[in-house]
C-alpha cells in the first residue's frame, strides 16, 4: 500500500476551496460528539449548511434524521449517505481537538461520548460534495439526495427514517451511495467484489430471580451464575455454525454500584452480538443462544426467569456489481489505480441495506442499488509508525474503528473522501447535455 497519496488531473477542481471548511466542520463534529438518538446539534448543522446551498431540506426524519434534495433536470436519482451519531467511548487520542463530551446513556447514567467510528469524517465528505455538486449544475442531470442517519451504531437509525416515510417525502432514489473510514492508509480507497460487511444480531438475555445472600448461592435464583455461565457456552454457538464466525458477549449488568458483596443480584442483563454472512446461521444462532439461556438457568436449584430478546438486526452489506464497477471505475479514473485496491468482507455491520434492496421493497419501494466502499484514514506518519513487516501486520497494530485512540488524518481522509463522493455521483448521475 503506497502511503502518500498522488494529484492527478483527473480529480474534481476545485476541491482545495473545499477542504478548510470541510475540516472546520469536522473538528467542531469531533469536539461535539451526540450519542446515537440525540443528535440534535450535528443534525441542525448538518441541515444548516445543505440549507444554504440550495437544497431542500427535512428535517427531524426518524428521530434526528436530515434529508435533502436537489433536482436538475432529467436523469438518475442518486443519494450520498453519511451517518449522525457518535459511541460512548472516552477518547484517548490527545488530539488537541478531543472530545471530552459527557452525556447521559440510555440507562440514565452519564457515559462519555466519542465520534470513534469516523462518522464526523461521513457527514463533513457528503456535505461538501454536495456543495461541490450543487456549484456545478451544469455537470451533471437527475437528483441528488443527501441523508443524514441517526442512529446507526444502535442500528435502528434506517429504518426509523423509512417508517417515518423517507422515500415518500423525498423522490425515492435509485441508487444509495456510501464510504466508511477504516485504518488502512489516507488517501486510498477500497471496494469489495460480493459483501463488504457482515449480518448481525444483537440480542438482550435477562435473569431474573428473587436475589439473596452470597453465602447460600447454591439456593438461591442466581442471575449472575446463569449470565456466567451462559458467556461460557457462546463458543458452541460458533462452532456449530460454518456461517457464524463471530458470537461475542459486549456488556454484563448485575447490580447496583456500592452493594456490600455479600448481595445476590435480583437481575443480570447480557447483551451478545451475533455476526455473520449467512442470515438463515444467525437465526439459528440465535435460537440456540436461547436454548442454552433457558438451559443454564434451569441448572440452579431456584431457575431465575429468562427472557431473550432481539434488540437489533442488520442484513449482509452487499454492494450492486454494476453500480460498483462504475464508481472503482470513476475512482480509479480521479486517484490512480494505485489509491484504489480490494477490500475483504468485514465482520464489522450496518444498517445500509435498509436503504437498499428488501429494505426499500419492505416500505413499497421498487429497486434501489447501492455502492458502499471504505476509505483510508491513516496518515503517512501514523502508518509508517505501525509496527510489522508488511500491511496486514500493520493494520492489526493499529488503532482501529470504535477504539479510543482511533483517529482519522483530517486532511488526506477529507480531501480523498470528498473526491470520492463527487466521482461517484457524478458516475451514477445523467450526464450534462448541451
Not at 448481525?200 to 451464575?225: C, I, K, M, N, Q
Not at 460454518?242 to 447480557?270: F, I, K, Q, Y
Amino acid at each position: 500500500m503506497s502511503t502518500e497519496p498522488t494529484r492527478t488531473t483527473a480529480e474534481p477542481p476545485g476541491l482545495d476551496d473545499l477542504l478548510a471548511p470541510a475540516a472546520e466542520f469536522y473538528l467542531d463534529l469531533h469536539r461535539n460528539p451526540e450519542l446515537s438518538g440525540a443528535e440534535a446539534r450535528t443534525a441542525a448543522r448538518f441541515a444548516d449548511r445543505l440549507d444554504a446551498d440550495g437544497y431542500r431540506v427535512l428535517r427531524g426524519l426518524g428521530g434526528h434524521g436530515v434529508a435533502a434534495e436537489l433536482r436538475n433536470g432529467e436523469g438518475p436519482a442518486v443519494l450520498l449517505r453519511a451517518e449522525l451519531d457518535a459511541l460512548p467511548v472516552a477518547e484517548a487520542t490527545a488530539a488537541p481537538y478531543a472530545s471530552t463530551v459527557t452525556a447521559t446513556g440510555p440507562d440514565g447514567r452519564p457515559v462519555p461520548v466519542m465520534h470513534a467510528c469516523g462518522h464526523d469524517a461521513h457527514l463533513a465528505c457528503v456535505a461538501a460534495a454536495g456543495r461541490w455538486l450543487a456549484a456545478r449544475r451544469d455537470r451533471w442531470r437527475g437528483t441528488l439526495l443527501l441523508v443524514g442517519q441517526p442512529a446507526e451504531e444502535t442500528l435502528g437509525g434506517a429504518r426509523a427514517m423509512l417508517e417515518d416515510g423517507l422515500y415518500d417525502r423525498v423522490t425515492p432514489p435509485d441508487e444509495v451511495l456510501a464510504q466508511h473510514t477504516a485504518p488502512f492508509p489516507a488517501g486510498m480507497v477500497a471496494h469489495a467484489e460480493g459483501p463488504v460487511l457482515a449480518a448481525g444480531r444483537t440480542l438482550s438475555v435477562v435473569f431474573e430471580g428473587g436475589g439473596g445472600h452470597a453465602a447460600t448461592a447454591h439456593l438461591a435464583a442466581d442471575p449472575l451464575r446463569a449470565a456466567a455461565g451462559l458467556v461460557m457456552r457462546l463458543p458452541e454457538v460458533a462452532a456449530g455454525e460454518s456461517g457464524l464466525p463471530a458470537v461475542t458477549a459486549t456488556a454484563l449488568r448485575a447490580g447496583d454500584a456500592g452493594h456490600p458483596g455479600n448481595v445476590l443480584p435480583d437481575r443480570a442483563e447480557l447483551l451478545l452480538s451475533l455476526r455473520g454472512f449467512s442470515e438463515p446461521a444467525l437465526d439459528r444462532a440465535a435460537a440456540e443462544v436461547s436454548r442454552l439461556a433457558h438451559a443454564e438457568a434451569a441448572a440452579a436449584a431456584l431457575p431465575p426467569r429468562t427472557t431473550v430478546t432481539t434488540v437489533s438486526r442488520s442484513g449482509v452489506t452487499v454492494t450492486d456489481p454494476e453500480v460498483t464497477a462504475g464508481v472503482r471505475t470513476a475512482h480509479r479514473s480521479a486517484f490512480g489505480t494505485a489509491r484504489v485496491t480490494s477490500w475483504p468482507p468485514a465482520l464489522a455491520t450496518e444498517d445500509f441495506p435498509l436503504l437498499t434492496g428488501a429494505g426499500a421493497h419492505l416500505h413499497g419501494h421498487g429497486e434501489i442499488r447501492g455502492c458502499y466502499w471504505m476509505l483510508g484514514s491513516t496518515g503517512p506518519a501514523q502508518w509508517a509508525a505501525a509496527p510489522g513487516p508488511d500491511p496486514a501486520a500493520k493494520l492489526r497494530a493499529l488503532p482501529a474503528n470504535h477504539s479510543p485512540r482511533y483517529l482519522p488524518s483530517v486532511r488526506l481522509t477529507l480531501r480523498t473522501g470528498i473526491a470520492a463522493m463527487v466521482t461517484a455521483a457524478l458516475a451514477r448521475l445523467g450526464a450534462a447535455t448541451g
